[in-house]
Nanobody, 120 residues
Framework: QVQLVESGGGLVQPGGSLRLSCVAS????????MGWYRQFPGKQRELVAASKRYGSSYYADSVKGRFTISKDNTKNTVYLEMNSLKPEDTAVYYC??????????????WGQGTQVTVSS
């Protein structure tokens, strides 16, 4: 069973920065992709940023130029560096792994979530 453990959330002032971390229980190379989602109260989770196993990254328009996803394969860890934070970034952030089952099938594994609050 894959486990994802997140850390790094908290309270920050507008314009500030936070770095979220997600440690996986096995090699990041075993996943098709890693990503970060966020969920606002009463809303569905939305994709913030994602990174494929060997390639490209994706960012939601709302965070482009402010957030950066990165991976440390030696530590089985994915990061989300968040800069120039805005109050509208306040949400619960979830780490996600796309776990392959077959060459054409995969499932989502989620972390427990970490609260990010941007407020003065």
């Amino acid at each position: 069973q894959v486990q994802l453990v997140e850390s790094g959330g908290g309270l920050v002032q507008p314009g500030g920065s936070l770095r979220l971390s997600c440690v996986a229980s096995r090699s990041l190379f075993s996943f098709n992709a890693m990503g970060w989602y966020r969920q606002f109260p009463g809303k569905q989770r939305e994709l913030v940023a994602a990174s494929k196993r060997y390639g490209s990254s994706y960012y939601a328009d709302s965070v482009k130029g402010r957030f950066t996803i990165s991976k440390d394969n030696t530590k089985n860890t994915v990061y989300l560096e968040m800069n120039s934070l805005k109050p509208e970034d306040t949400a619960v952030y979830y780490c996600n792994a796309k776990v392959p089952v077959t060459p054409t099938d995969e499932y989502d594994q989620w972390g427990q979530g970490t609260q990010v609050t941007v407020s003065s």
